[in-house]
């Protein structure tokens, strides 16, 4: 009897150990990023009223080319009428995309969900009378693909919310009334993520307030409490999980480990139809192959028309990206960085496991193309995506000297891709690069 109550109470102490075992074990970092790691291309959608007159989303009532009221009478333009989120998860699914992120609320404060919090959401205040990112949701995650939210923790049209317009403020220093505004941003990011479960939340317009006065940290932790795996992006004042930089590709390969660039097609973020400064699917491709090159993301963005269609040009551009990326996905997706400039005279890429190197050709080569130190022996050479094989030829390689001689390819005219061609060189081990200076063989 006794020897069983002692089993017993053993047992009882190593389940009541095991239990803040349990709770604490916080999702790391890297396991949460894991698969943004490995995304390489997304669609970022700014879909709102803005499209109706096709204006700058938020910012042109703020900058003061139009008057607030003027902006708002777009809501009764809103109608989402051809609105089809299938399609839209199927195109993006086409691109090549593996992941989305939708304004769920930009700076103007007009929510394309129904919220409890305010009235001005799509479904009290436009013809559209719907939740528009519920079906968007489920349409998203049934072509397998992560959904993201982006959403503005600025509130232009919020009563308490201290900024308006560029030269006119609300108030300042009204702790009361702040204090109001942050709770009802608690509320709204609690509500989108409940309702929608994202895989991403993509914050937008911290540089108006500090981490302590958005309460930055608890946001955090809101998020994290509710969704364990969800991952944050760095408008955050600190408490993001991944660099965002806008607009602008990256030169030299950021410093954080997990970042993405975010991008529009023309000029605009919404749709504006007089917008018709389009980059080229070939320019869109390279800047992708650059993001990839460098270790991060590319978050394309399209603007969809009032009525939720996509544009044609822009439809076209998710279809060429779609030619791109469907030829060559071994050297798109869970790629790493490639190798330091001087190697190659283009962008560079590896496999996971460190045994294949892609090269990006982005220009018809004049002859042969050319690899210098690499200490590896190339197994096969071969083109992505036809899987013809290739002549390599080492020159200049001397028995008695550790330094790896230069690498030539040919590859034939009809092996070059419209846009990028990509080389696959599998190696006989993890890449190893030849970096020391140059020296006199003093012993051959
Ligand atoms: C900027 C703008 C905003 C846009 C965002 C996308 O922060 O404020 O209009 O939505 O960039 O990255």
Redesign the pocket.
Known sequence: MISKLKHLLIFLCVILLSIPETFSQEISKEERLQWFKDAKLGI?I?WGIYAVDGI????SFHNGKISHKDYMKQLKGFTASNYNPEEWAKLIKESGATYTVI?SK??DGVALWDSKYSKLDVFDKTPAKRDLLKPFEEAIRNEGLKFGL?Y?L?DWSNDNYPNFLRNEKRYENDEKRWQKFVTFNFNQIGEITENYKPDLV?F??D?EFNAEQWKAKEIRELLLTKLPTTIINS?LQGYGDYA?P??GLPIVKPESHYWEL?LTMNDS??YQGRDTNYKSVNQIIRILVDCISMGGNL?L?IGPKADGTIPEEQVKILKGLGRWTSKHKEAIYVTLAGIPHGHFYGPTALSKDKKTLYLYIDNKPNGTIAIKGLNNNVVKAYVVGSGTELNTKVVGKLSWSKVPGILYIGIPESELDSDVTVIALQLDGEVSLYREDMKAIESN
């Open positions: 970022f700014h700058d989303e938020s910012w304004t930009h700076h982006y503005s600025i993509w937008d317009g540089w408008r965002t806008e607009q975010c973020w919404g978050l963005d």
